[in-house]
Each structure stands twice: as structure tokens, then as C-alpha cells.
């Protein structure tokens, strides 16, 4: 039986993921230089894991068109917190995604077009995206904007008959500003909305088991059935007088369900010689919870909606990097002009606020580690991230 | 809400049309001067299929989404 906990959560950044589409990546007065990447990723925390293979290619045409096309697969293997309070047993999934870009310059204005596909056993995702951007003010400032539309089927393995939708949409305006000889800046604005069933068919939400007030019952989770957010980023980036980078970021974000975050980020790129690069960077990420969401509801059916995903309490977290990319064949070798091998780790630290360990009142009482519904240990864990590719240029 | 959606990219590409016509502003950063800017070590996004896996991985954990810089970028170096 395979019991997708995270699956919502995982695809729901689908329309996120054509915001992010190939084409969007260049500047617009430009198209990227042709390059193939080959990566494999592999995320480790907190009883799951997730790896596989990334393969993105792009080339142009005669300096006006690029295309791009990119494949991604995560396998994945989970036994999480959720699974084991849930009584299921750990499970192994896959989910296969496929993206074709499309792009055209014309003068300062460069146009873009993406569809994303993305395949699960009870899950599919379809998202097209549209963008242009613009150099203005003798090309100091870049101009951008964006729509992509999104359309989900959520199914549950367990039951056949069940099948519902999600629409999404997405909005997306950005500027590039060159400040100073030394200082570039961004600001990005995003609004998502969705609509349709857009909690998990899996997950439960936890109440006081009314026969026995230190114990929790089980229910399925109710949500809301449209969400929308808002999100506006600053980035700048700043070339330190002895060639190196230092660069940093913030994101504020609320939407209808009343969750707001904070997101920080500093990082440091340093060259050495023209081979090495290498870079550290620290991530601090904070949110408050969504309105409905509570570790343990009082009772069933408590109020219109109820949901017990940690990802919606709240929670912070933490991020440590650090990467390092080689360059080989700077001078060119047969087709390929040159290329890197990069190895990047993340370490993440994630500390919820109001999400408890349920696993510890499910245990005998007479265990000394049992504590009673509602008063478990705040629950935390640590992941780890590695990506390693292999990057060349033609 | 969508119509209010519809009224911010309205807003918005009116935004980009009003400062489109303002294209003769005489750039602070000469074409000459952007050496700097145009080093890959300030590429805003020099490595797209790792920046896209981790974007993922912070959608899939965490409840916020969106603004992270998918669009621009460029420094009109070239």
C-alpha cells in the first residue's frame, strides 16, 4: 500500500516549478549559452529519503530561439513521523517529471513559454507557463513578468473511486536593477492561487480520544478549498573589491490562511584561481501556523476545518551550505567549450513550535519515555542535502 | 479575488508600458563599466538545475511559496 503523506505538499509547487521554468533563468536581451547538466540529488531527514537523477538541456537557434527540456525523478523512500503515527509502514514511490521550454528574442524583449508534466501513481500535474522580460534604461534595469496555470488529479491508492481537482494560477512580476559598478538588485512579486482539494487524502488530524483523555483518535484532515498567497522577495548581490561575492536575500509571505513567513539568506562565493569556486551560505526560514491548523483538536469535527501538517504549523528552520565547483577543459575540448563538476551539502535543522511527537503517546504508559496526548516532546529533526552534477558548455 | 489578481497584472503591465517610454534614461553604469557584474561569480543563478531542486525542497517542507526570482536576472553585460 503506498501512502503518499507528503504528496500535496511535494507536487503543490508545481506551478511554483513553471515560475521557476528554464527559460526564465536568462536575461532578456540574451539567451543562455548552450549547456547540458546532469545531477543527482539526494535528501535524507526525518525517516525519509529522496533521490534521483536531473537532466536539463538547453541550446539556440540562430541567437532568437532557445529551447530547453528538462527531465527530474525523485524516488522516494519514507517511513515519516506522520507514516508512523499513521500505523502504516514505510513506503517507496516515484514521481517522474518532464519540462520543454520555448524561447524568443526579439530586440530587448525576450519571450518564454513552458509545459511541465509530472507523474505519480495516484497523482498528475500539468502546468503552462507564459513570461517576457524586458531590458530597460540602457539595459541597468530588467524588467520581467509571468502567468502559469496549473491543473492537478489527486487520487488515493486505497480507493479507486476517488479523484478530484486543482486548478492553480500563478502570477509573477520582477525587476534587475544594476546599482552601482559593483551591486546588482532584485525584487520579485509572485501571487498563487489554487482551488480545488488541496489537502492530502492521506494525512489525519489528531484529537483527544474522548474514552481516555491521554490518548489521541484519528480523522481525516478538511481543508479549505481555495488558498491564495502573496510573496515579495529582495535580493542583492555585491562584488567584493578582491574578486569574490557576497550576496543576500529576504522573502515576506501571507496568504489566506493566515500564514506568514520570513525568509533570510546570506551567502559568500569565493574563486580560487580560475579553476575553484567555492561558496557557504546560511538560510533562516520562519513561519506562524495556518488558522486551522492544531497539533490536537479537543474533539472530531471541532471546527469546519482542521489539518495537522507540520509544513502549516509553526515551525523554523535552518540551513547550512556548503559548495565547491570545479572547471575542466577551460580552453575547450572537441564540441565542448568547457565544463564543471560541483559537489554542493546543505544541512537543514527543522524545530517546530507547535507540532509534538505523537509517536510518545502512543506507547504503553508504563514506558518511561510515555507522555500523555498533547504534552510529547516538541518534535525537530535534521536533514541533509547533497547534490552532485556535472555541468558543460557547447 | 481573481478580478483583483486582474487588476494588479493590468496595473502592472501598464507599470512596464509607462516606464518602457522612458527608455532614453541615461544608464549611471556604462556598458564599459560592468566587468564586475558580468563575472559569473555574480550570476544571480549560475547553476538553473540546482537552483530549481532546491526550490523544490523548500516548497515541499515548508508552507510558504513564490517571489524566488525565477524572472530577470539579468545585468545587461553582454
Given amino acids: 500500500m503506498s501512502l503518499a503523506l507528503n504528496k500535496a505538499r511535494i507536487l503543490r509547487s508545481m506551478v511554483a516549478g513553471a515560475a521557476m521554468a528554464l527559460p526564465l533563468v536568462s536575461s532578456a536581451g540574451v539567451l543562455p549559452d548552450d549547456r547540458a547538466d546532469a545531477l543527482y540529488h539526494r535528501y535524507e531527514g526525518g525517516g525519509v529519503t529522496i533521490q534521483g537523477p536531473s537532466v536539463l538541456v538547453r541550446k539556440k537557434m540562430a541567437e532568437k530561439y532557445a529551447v530547453s527540456a528538462n527531465y527530474y525523478q525523485d524516488m522516494i523512500t519514507s517511513a515519516s513521523i506522520d507514516v508512523e503515527v499513521s500505523g502504516a509502514s514505510e513506503y517507496k514511490e516515484e514521481r517522474d517529471q518532464y519540462q520543454l521550454g520555448f524561447e524568443y528574442l526579439r530586440g530587448k524583449t525576450t519571450y518564454n513559454l513552458s509545459f511541465t508534466n509530472s507523474e505519480e501513481n495516484d497523482y498528475e500535474a500539468q502546468t503552462v507557463g507564459f513570461g517576457l522580460s524586458q531590458d530597460l534604461f540602457g539595459d541597468l534595469t530588467t524588467i520581467s513578468m509571468g502567468f502559469s496555470r496549473g491543473s492537478d488529479t489527486v487520487r488515493n491508492s486505497t480507493d479507486p473511486s476517488f479523484e478530484q481537482d486543482i486548478d492553480r494560477w500563478s502570477y509573477r512580476v520582477g525587476v534587475s536593477q544594476i546599482l552601482t559598478k559593483s551591486i546588482i ?26 474514552n481516555d483523555t491521554r490518548r489521541f483518535t484519528l480523522a481525516q484532515e478538511i481543508y479549505p478549498r481555495t488558498r491564495t498567497s502573496n510573496a515579495v522577495a529582495v535580493n542583492g548581490r555585491y562584488f567584493l573589491p578582491y574578486r569574490a561575492a557576497v550576496y543576500g536575500g529576504y522573502r515576506f509571505f501571507t496568504d489566506t490562511w493566515q500564514i506568514r513567513a520570513d525568509t533570510f539568506e546570506l551567502g559568500y562565493v569565493h574563486p580560487i584561481k580560475q579553476q ?48 565547491a565547483s570545479y572547471e575542466f577543459a577551460q580552453t575547450g575540448w572537441r564540441f565542448v567549450k568547457k565544463g564543471s563538476v560541483s559537489l554542493f551539502y546543505d544541512r537543514i535543522e527543522f524545530k517546530y513550535d507547535d507540532f509534538r511527537d505523537a509517536r510518545v503517546s502512543q506507547l504503553i504508559p508504563t514506558d518511561p519515555n510515555y507522555r500523555p496526548a498533547g504534552s510529547e516532546p516538541l518534535y525537530e529533526f535534521g536533514a541533509n542535502v547533497v547534490q552532485a552534477f556535472v555541468s558543460v558548455w557547447f | 479575488m481573481i478580478k483583483g489578481i486582474a487588476v494588479k497584472v493590468v496595473f502592472s503591465v501598464l507599470l512596464v508600458s509607462g516606464l518602457s517610454a522612458c527608455g532614453n534614461i541615461e544608464p549611471w553604469v556604462k556598458p564599459y563599466e560592468r ?44
Avoid at chain 1, 489537502?199 to 489525519?204: D, G, I, T, W
Avoid at chain 1, 486551522?292 to 515551525?315: C, I, P, W
Fill in chain 2, 35 to 78: 566587468q564586475q557584474l558580468a563575472d559569473p561569480i555574480m550570476s544571480a543563478n549560475p547553476h538553473p538545475i540546482s537552483a530549481s531542486y532546491m526550490d523544490h525542497v523548500w516548497e515541499a517542507r515548508e508552507g510558504a511559496r513564490g517571489a524566488l526570482g525565477g524572472g530577470g536576472g539579468g545585468c545587461g553585460c553582454n
Fill in chain 1, 185 to 210: 538588485a532584485t525584487m520579485n512579486l509572485e501571487v498563487i492561487t489554487d482551488e480545488g482539494f488541496l489537502n492530502n487524502p492521506y494525512r489525519s488530524y489528531r484529537y483527544i480520544d474522548p
Fill in chain 1, 276 to 323: 575553484w569556486t567555492l561558496e557557504a551560505r546560511v538560510r533562516y526560514y520562519q513561519q506562524d501556523n495556518a488558522e486551522f491548523y492544531q497539533d490536537l483538536f479537543g474533539r472530531v469535527d471541532q471546527q469546519n476545518f482542521m489539518a495537522r501538517d507540520k509544513e502549516l504549523s509553526t515551525f523554523n528552520s535552518t540551513a547550512f551550505r556548503i559548495g
